[in-house]
């Protein structure tokens, strides 16, 4: 559905009444409307001369679609913090630098990820199902904003592991185990940046 | 490709789970964990009762239920004295060596050497056998 707001209704009652859309654009930046804005509301509606116009599909936004994207993404950071909780401790357990309640993190990072990892996999595969029979969902406003909510988050951790890791080297810290522990954050971080980013690129226009 | 990156992520996950297991071990590892913690709490609370720091010196007693010595410290005795080890219910071995020097040991389930190396007060710490852990200790001070 196109946006009922009063500019959405004037390009649309303009193109009914047959002006070109420079003479619309014109017309608006003559009013005081920014040109994206203008040409946020022209693209609107289809260029296909027809009457009545033809609104095009705009992003949608539903509750069922903020609890499917909400819970994935909620399941990823859960499931992606505890795998970095897990490797790392693992990783201090071959350098043998693992104190006793090693066990108690690894303990819990496992239990969290034999939840987590089936439920992001379903979930993830069922949107790729419900994405590949219908691509109009790929419109979703709250997909889109899960997703560079997601990558807003990955890139942080990933701007985070490297100034950890030049702020080791500079104090002398960089061990052999401490840059294992940041090739796995980045792993896990990049992991994920990269998987969003693709799947931004490779979907269909909205 | 963002299939194979889906795969590679899955079987990374899949690592940490089975590594992660392999580390920790079953249930019944954690059973035993936990009981040897309980264990080794329990010791360093008897020895700390033994030590009496700060309170007038005493010859060390003859058993753990002697009530005369370092009252102050007494009342956290009476759990670990009524239930003794976790598992067996035994009563913990103490031995007196002298009238400053003793040890108070117990049988660990799991790796002794791991369990001192995860304790902060590592140099109270013996290990005269494998499975055997002891706590030791000397009140370098003159008897009343």
């Known amino acids: ?206 | 490709m963002n299939k194979l990156l889906l795969i590679c992520m899955c079987l990374l996950v899949g690592g940490a789970i089975v590594g992660g297991l392999m580390v920790i071990g079953g249930p019944k590892q954690a059973r035993l964990a936990r009981e040897d913690k309980q264990r080794i709490s329990d010791l360093r609370i008897l020895r700390s009762h033994l030590m009496c720091i700060g309170h007038p010196r005493k010859p060390l007693p003859q058993t753990l239920t002697d009530d005369a010595y370092c009252p102050s410290t007494r009342h956290s005795l009476y759990d670990i004295l009524a239930s003794g080890d976790p598992a067996s219910g035994a009563p913990y071995v103490y031995r007196r060596f002298s009238d400053t020097a003793f040890e108070v040991c117990t049988t660990l389930a799991l790796n002794s050497q791991k369990a001192r190396k995860a304790a902060f007060d590592q140099g109270n710490i013996a290990l005269p056998a494998d499975d055997t852990l002891c706590f030791i200790g000397e009140r370098a001070v003159s008897i009343e």
């Open chain 1, 1 to 206: 559905m196109a946006q009922r707001d009063e500019l959405s209704i004037f390009v649309r009652d303009a193109l009914t009444a047959g002006k070109s859309r420079p003479e619309i654009a014109a017309a608006l930046a003559h009013a005081g409307w920014r040109s994206a804005e203008v040409q946020d509301a022209l693209n609107g509606w289809d260029e296909m001369p027809f009457s009545p116009p033809v609104p095009r599909p705009v992003a949608t936004v539903s509750a069922r679609d903020f609890f499917t994207y909400a819970l994935t993404f909620c399941v990823l950071i859960l499931g992606a913090f505890n795998l970095v909780v897990v490797l790392q401790a693992l990783v201090d357990l071959v350098f043998a630098t693992g104190d006793g309640d090693s066990d108690r993190p690894i303990r819990w990072g496992v239990a969290v990820l034999i939840v987590t990892a089936p439920l992001y996999l379903w979930l993830t595969l069922r949107e790729r199902q419900k994405l590949a029979r219908d691509p109009a969902h790929y419109r979703s406003a709250i997909r889109k904003w899960m997703i560079y909510i997601g990558l807003l988050l990955a890139a942080l951790t990933l701007l985070g592991d490297a100034i950890a890791t030049i702020y080791a080297l500079l104090t002398g810290d960089l061990t052999l185990q401490f840059i294992v522990k940041a090739l796995v954050v980045l792993v896990v971080a990049g992991g994920i940046f990269g998987f969003y980013v693709r799947d931004l690129r490779e979907e269909a226009p909205a």
